[in-house]
C-alpha cells in the first residue's frame, strides 16, 4: 500500500519532494518510504533520489499494471472499474470466464502481459510475447436477448480503432468482420464469446477479449504471422505507450457496453462502414467448403458482407460463414 501511495505522490510532484514531507503527508516512517522506493525501481520506475533535496519520479514503465493503466484511464461508468492486471496468463478470455463462474463484477477488465495460450477466431492462436502487446478481455453481463448482442465483436473493431487513432493519431481501417488493419497488415485480433443459460437461453456472460501489436519486431512474429501482421512501432516508427493505448480501449469498450445497452448502434455502423477496407474491392470468400471471388459491395445493417458474386448474384455473408482475404494479400 505504501509503494502505490508513494507512487501517487511523486507523480504529483513538478520536481523533488522530501522524505520529511512524504512521511508526514503519507504517515509512514522514513524507512517505509525508502522501502517503497526500492520496491518501485524493482518494478521500472525511474526514481531520483538527492541528499537535501528528497526524491523525484523521472520515468515510468511501459507496463501493462494497474497502477499504471489507472494513471491514465480515470473514471468510467462500469467497464475497467474491476481490473485484473496479471504477469502471465494462458489467455486472458479463459481467466475471465473463471472470474465470470466465481462472481466478478460486470466490466471487469482482465489485462496481461504475455499469454501461453492466446487465441484467436476459428481457433487460431494469437501470438502474445511479454512486453510487446496489449491483451485485455472484457467480461460484461448485459440484460439483453442475444439477438442484441451480435454487432459487438464489430463494434469492438471500431473502438480500437477510435482508440490508436486518438492515442497515436494514425487512423486504422478495418478488415471485414472485425480486424483492424495498418497499412493492409493485421494489427488487432477479437474475440468475442458467449455463455447462454441452458434452460432459458438467457444470457449469462459475454467476454470480449482483445489484442493489439504494440512494439513487436518482424522477430517476433512467426513466418507465416509475419507476412500478414504488424505492430505500432513498426507502422509508426516510434514507441507507443502500452498503459495508455490500454487505459483508452477500456474508455472506448465502456462507451461501447452503453450504446449496445441503449441499442445506439448507428454510429458505429457508419464509421465501421467507413473504415472498411474490402468495399469497392474484389475479395476471396474462404468457407467450408472451398473459395470463392466476389466483389464487396456494403456493410448491411447487422455488419453482415454484402458482395456480388461471379454469377452477378448479391448476396450477404456472415463471419460465422466465411472469412474473407484479398486476392494479393491480407487486405489487397
Known amino acids: ?127 502474445s510475447p511479454g512486453g510487446r502487446g496489449i491483451y485485455l478481455t472484457a ?24 482508440a490508436v487513432e486518438r492515442i497515436c493519431g494514425a487512423s486504422p481501417g478495418l478488415k471485414w468482420p472485425n480486424d483492424p488493419v495498418l497499412e493492409g497488415k493485421k494489427l488487432c485480433g477479437i474475440l468475442t464469446e458467449l455463455s447462454l443459460e441452458g434452460e432459458t437461453g438467457r444470457v ?13 519486431r518482424p522477430e517476433d512474429f512467426t513466418p507465416e504471422v509475419r507476412e500478414i501482421a504488424t505492430s505500432l512501432a513498426q507502422a509508426l516508427g516510434r514507441p507507443v505507450s502500452r498503459p495508455a493505448l490500454a487505459a483508452e480501449v477500456i474508455r472506448e469498450l465502456d462507451r461501447l ?32 467448403d472451398g473459395g470463392e471471388t466476389a466483389e464487396a459491395l456494403d456493410i448491411d445493417g447487422d455488419f453482415g458482407l454484402v458482395v456480388r458474386t461471379a454469377d452477378g448474384g448479391i448476396r450477404t455473408v456472415r463471419s460465422g460463414e466465411v472469412s474473407v482475404r484479398g486476392l494479393y494479400g491480407y487486405t489487397e
Request: proline fraction near 4%.
Open 1 to 127: 500500500m505504501s509503494r502505490q501511495a508513494v507512487l501517487s505522490l511523486l507523480r504529483q510532484q513538478e520536481g523533488f519532494v522530501s522524505g520529511e514531507e512524504i512521511s508526514r503527508r503519507l504517515g509512514i516512517s522514513r524507512t517505509a518510504i525508502w522501502k517503497a522506493v526500492d520496491a518501485l525501481r524493482r518494478e521500472g520506475y525511474t526514481v531520483e533520489a538527492r541528499t537535501g533535496l528528497g526524491y523525484r519520479l523521472l520515468e515510468a514503465p511501459d507496463a501493462v499494471t494497474e497502477p499504471e493503466i489507472r494513471h491514465f484511464l480515470g473514471e468510467t461508468d462500469r467497464v475497467g472499474r474491476t481490473l485484473v492486471c496479471l504477469e502471465e496468463v494462458d489467455s486472458t478470455n479463459l481467466r475471465a470466464r473463471q472470474l465470470a463462474a466465481e462472481g466478478a463484477a460486470d466490466g471487469t477488465v482482465v489485462v496481461a502481459d504475455r499469454q501461453t495460450a492466446g487465441r484467436g477466431r476459428l481457433g487460431r492462436s494469437f501470438q
Open 257 to 288: 457496453y452503453a450504446a449496445l445497452t441503449a441499442g445506439e448502434i448507428a454510429p458505429y455502423l457508419a464509421e465501421y462502414r467507413r473504415r472498411c477496407v474490402n468495399l469497392g474491392r474484389t475479395v476471396r470468400l474462404l468457407g467450408p
Open 204 to 216: 449469462q456472460d459475454l467476454v470480449l477479449g482483445i489484442g493489439i501489436n504494440v512494439s513487436q
Open 139 to 162: 467480461l460484461l453481463r448485459p440484460a439483453l436477448p442475444p439477438e442484441r448482442l451480435s454487432p459487438v465483436t464489430a463494434m469492438a473493431g471500431v473502438a480500437v480503432c477510435r
